[in-house]
């Protein structure tokens, strides 16, 4: 049974493996993480061209984070690359996300590399 999802829209499982890039602040009590999708599976969904994407959704053991800062990259015209950042302004925000983290690695075969300081498959 999936524990870990990522969703842009309500029951359609992202499948597509993000690559992730963390920050955090000096004082470890902020951060950000920027999710980048190379062609991802709902640019090829039945339901694409759609109006609008309205956010990304880290879901997990029935907990969620939402953002609504996403942009897209074009390449010849058709969109190519799906970018999300995650602002997280307190460290129970942060931590919260690093619960998905763990929880999502183990799922996928992801792993954080601290040199790079971000999740790679």
């Known amino acids: 049974m999936k524990t870990a999802s990522i969703e842009f829209f309500k029951g359609i499982e992202e499948k597509r493996l993000p690559l992730i890039k963390l920050t955090k602040s000096k004082n470890g009590k902020t951060g950000t993480a920027t999710f980048l999708f190379i062609q991802p ?3 090829s969904l039945p339901i694409y061209p759609f109006p609008f ?7 997990w053991d029935g907990k ?3 953002s609504n800062d996403l942009s897209l990259l074009f390449k010849a015209g058709k969109p190519f690359i799906l970018k999300a950042i995650f602002v997280f302004k307190n460290t129970q925000e942060w931590f919260s996300f690093l619960n998905f983290m763990n929880s999502y690695s183990k799922e996928t075969g992801l792993f954080f590399s601290e040199t790079n300081t971000s999740f790679q498959k």
């Open 53 to 59: 994407i309205n956010g990304i959704y880290l879901l």
């Open 64 to 66: 969620k984070i939402k």
């Open 41 to 43: 599976i709902l640019f």
